[in-house]
């Protein structure tokens, strides 16, 4: 099984709000990621967890702030978002991070965000 | 020059046809290389990866890398409509403080016509 599921699948919040969004996966994998991914662009990493703990964060604006609860789960939350920030918001897991072929990405459906 | 070049298409093609698409990249560190298929709207999917020189075989789907020519390509034989999506090669940084991150490539989108 190499699922991750991410929850909600869409998303929409104003400039104001605060929400959250969701990801598991029960691969047993060590390294989470989320992404963030416009229309007709690559995915572009946002942050890396890896064994629970946050080691890379892509200069990521600070209303974005991520959390790991445990080995399984990837929180995201969102606060003071801008119109801009609209796109669909990815998660994935491998195994490892930086140990070779255990670096295979596993991706989630994706949440769908707008920000009216 | 960007690390990872992929010719966005459009890619029409009939059913049935052999599909070639095709990234080429810089550093020749890279190690690890895979391809992703995304439907619209939905998250990539993992196709293939491979780490050595050569070809490897899934089904329809023929993953090939030639590292001496820095060049990767995704073969896809008998090409159904169900095809048609954006694939996107992706490899793995090796080295330095952004070891284990993709690179992506900017993705082709396909279109197999019935």
């Known amino acids: 099984d190499t699922e991750v599921t991410q929850t909600p699948k869409h998303l929409v919040m104003g400039m104001t709000n605060k929400k959250s969004l969701k990801c598991e996966q029960h691969?047993?994998?060590?390294?989470m990621y989320w992404y963030k991914q416009k229309a007709k662009k690559p995915p572009e990493l946002m942050f890396v967890y890896s064994y629970e703990k946050l080691s890379i964060n892509e200069s990521v604006p600070s209303r974005f702030s991520p959390e790991c609860p445990n080995s399984s789960l990837l929180n995201l939350h969102l606060h003071a978002l801008q119109p801009e920030d609209s796109a669909l918001y990815l998660c994935a897991s491998s195994q490892d991070h930086w140990r070779g072929e255990g670096d295979t990405q596993y991706f989630g459906p994706g949440t769908r965000l707008t920000v009216l | 020059q960007k690390e990872v070049e992929q010719d966005p298409g459009p890619l029409s093609v009939p059913e049935g046809a052999i599909v070639s698409l095709n990234c080429t990249y810089s550093n020749s560190a890279f190690q690890y290389f895979m391809w992703y298929r995304q439907y619209s709207r939905k998250g990539p999917e993992l196709l293939m990866y491979t780490y050595s020189s050569g070809n490897k075989e899934d089904g329809r789907f023929t993953a090939q890398v030639d590292k001496s020519s820095k060049y990767i390509s995704l073969f896809i034989r008998d090409s159904q409509p169900s095809d048609s999506a954006t694939y996107l090669c992706?490899?793995?940084?090796?080295?330095?403080?952004?070891?284990?991150?993709?690179?992506f490539g900017k993705g082709t989108k396909l279109s197999v016509k019935p």
């Open positions: 691969m047993g994998h060590r390294a």
């Open positions: 992706a490899i793995t940084e090796n080295y330095g403080g952004s070891q284990g991150n993709l690179i």
